[in-house]
């Protein structure tokens, strides 16, 4: 006689947490897959990236999101919409704090605080910049202020040091239910949108202060056969004052940009990639509801 098949299990987990807690960098080392940017500037996830992990018995879909900030201007709130579409589907919240934050209250935590039917799981990272008493200290305080949390972990995101211990708490909390996607996929996202953010991951680490802020990548073309990639890309700035800036003298800073991102290119769709880039002005975009819609931060 066959032995029953495992029962499957799969559901959404939902990381949130403040800008530069390590969510991006925890959601890449639980999938095993580099899919969200990481740069050392807050703010650079944007979107809400869903990355896939499938076991013969489970399928984990993870949910990065955006740093949780108070909203200055639209784009903002269409990132924050991201933020709480995550937490409404959740079947498993991953809230990350780290080792330096400062605790101040605020909307979702107290909203964390009275979610009672969906297991959260408090993630304290970067205990590798820290001594014992500090972790001690900060495991003590989210204790005492998320009492409802199902457990409070001290982790380290960047050394996959405690990770193991997530995926199995996360597997024990998922709900039974059949695959939600195909067993090969690993993420929800099209191949044109990792191509745009490794872009946008260059010139956050390329470029200072708000230029990188005020840039938006669109891949406009992306073909593919079987010996390479021909990929067309424009980066969208505020205003012609940082076109001048991502371009560089004689067009320097953007060939670097180019440069780099074509590598990272490469490695992740395992293809030579051949790379175009070009500049151009949308005024104000980060204020207009119609250019975030056309960007895909809005429905």
């Known amino acids: 006689m066959n032995p029953e098949p495992k029962p499957h299990r799969a559901g959404f987990v939902s990381i949130i947490g403040k800008p530069n807690v390590g969510k991006s960098t925890l959601m890449n080392a639980l999938v095993g897959e580099r899919l969200s940017i990481v740069t050392s500037k807050a703010q650079t996830t944007r979107h809400r990236i869903l990355g896939i992990l499938n076991g013969d018995d489970f399928q984990l879909i993870y949910s990065d999101t955006p740093g949780i900030i108070q909203p200055k201007y639209e784009l903002h709130n269409a990132m924050m919409a991201f933020v709480y579409s995550s937490l409404e ?11 330096y934050e400062k605790h101040d209250e605020e909307p979702v935590v107290e909203r964390l605080r009275k979610t009672e039917d969906v297991p959260i799981i408090v993630l304290v990272n970067k205990i590798d910049q820290a001594d014992q008493a500090e972790v001690e200290a900060k495991l003590a305080y989210w204790k005492e202020h ?14 996959a040091f405690g990770t193991e211990r997530v995926l199995q708490l996360v597997l024990e909390h998922l709900p039974l239910h059949p695959p939600y996607y195909p067993k090969d996929e690993l993420t929800d996202k099209p191949e044109r949108f990792f191509a745009a953010e490794m872009v946008r991951e260059k010139i956050f680490k390329l470029y200072k202060k708000e230029v990188p802020y005020s ?16 990929i067309r890309g424009v980066i969208y700035v505020e205003r012609s004052s940082q076109k001048g800036i991502i371009i560089g ?15 990272e290119m490469e490695k992740f769709f395992q293809k ?10 949308n005024e104000n975009w980060r204020t207009d509801a119609k250019a975030l819609s056309r960007f895909g931060y809005k429905e």
């Open 89 to 99: 589907d959740a079947d498993v919240i991953l809230f990350v704090t780290d080792i």
């Open 146 to 159: 998320l009492p409802n949390a199902t457990e409070v972990l001290p982790i380290s995101a960047l050394n």
């Open 215 to 230: 840039c938006e990548v669109v891949i406009e073309e992306f073909k593919e056969d079987d010996e390479i990639i021909r």
């Open 249 to 263: 003298a004689k067009g320097e800073a953007l060939k670097k940009v180019g440069t780099w991102a074509r590598e």
């Open 272 to 281: 030579k990639v051949f790379l175009e880039l070009f500049v151009k002005v």
